[in-house]
């Protein structure tokens, strides 16, 4: 079956924009994670939703945002970007959550300049 | 606090030879924990877990040590191959089903 898949692959932005960043988890896979891969921070976990709800939150600001849609589909949202923001953006999905094996997507590399 | 770690950034190891690659924990209360594999260009793939009920778990090629007296996990590789060259993440399930990711160990394979 086909894999997790991210888009887009590569985004630059600027200083002050927002951007919205897509996963597709795996057919049947109701969780979807976002983590936020830097060289400096390596993987930090962002957030976790469910069934469209957020169930799990990383010690990040409020401009990180996210939500997930019916077909399991998620989105994430960062508005009012920073230099700092710049990092690999990845999703997984698993059956049930995080205690299951996740399937990582190959991630979104976002550059801001 | 709550952090996962790694004792090595990067391991140098003969093809053929086995590697063992480790972590430390903090968090007691952790109950599971996976050891993902990241090659360049692509997200982590996932190799192997542990539930803290268990000390040893195989797979493929690949055992997890978990001693939880001393809160170490280890990740052996079994006659190494040039494919196995990447970055070889521990991660942690603490409560409420946070990943609390190492920072990374590179395994860098000699011919």
């Known amino acids: 079956k086909a894999g997790v898949t991210q888009t887009p692959r590569y985004l630059i932005k600027t200083r002050g924009q927002q951007v919205t960043l897509s996963c597709s988890p795996i057919?049947?896979?109701?969780?979807v994670s976002w983590y936020q891969q830097t060289p400096g921070q390596g993987l930090q976990f962002l957030f976790e939703?469910?069934?469209?709800?957020?169930?799990n939150k990383g010690n990040f600001p409020g401009r990180f945002s996210g939500r997930q849609f019916s077909n399991s589909r998620s989105e994430m949202n960062v508005s009012t970007l920073e230099l700092g923001d710049s990092a690999l953006y990845l999703c997984?999905?698993?059956?049930?959550?995080?205690?299951?094996?996740?399937?990582f997507g190959p991630g979104t590399r976002l550059t801001v300049t | 606090g709550e952090s996962v770690g790694l004792h090595l950034p990067t391991l140098s190891v003969q093809e053929g030879d086995n590697s063992i690659i480790n972590c430390a924990y903090s968090?007691?209360?952790?109950?599971?924990f996976i050891w993902y594999k990241q090659e360049s260009g692509k997200g982590p793939q996932f190799i192997i877990d542990?539930?803290?009920?268990?000390d040893k778990r195989q797979g493929q090629r690949v055992t997890v040590l978990l001693n939880k007296t001393v809160k170490h996990l280890s990740l052996q590789i079994a006659a190494t191959q040039p494919g196995d060259s990447a970055v070889y993440f521990c991660?942690?399930?603490?409560?409420?089903?946070?990943?609390?990711f190492g920072k990374g160990t590179r395994l860098h394979i000699l011919p």
């Open positions: 542990i539930r803290s009920n268990m």
């Open positions: 968090n007691s209360a952790s109950d599971y």
């Open positions: 997984a999905s698993s059956f049930a959550g995080p205690s299951y094996e996740q399937y």
């Open positions: 991660a942690e399930n603490i409560r409420d089903d946070k990943i609390i």
């Open positions: 939703y469910f069934s469209e709800t957020q169930r």
């Open positions: 057919s049947g896979h109701r969780s």
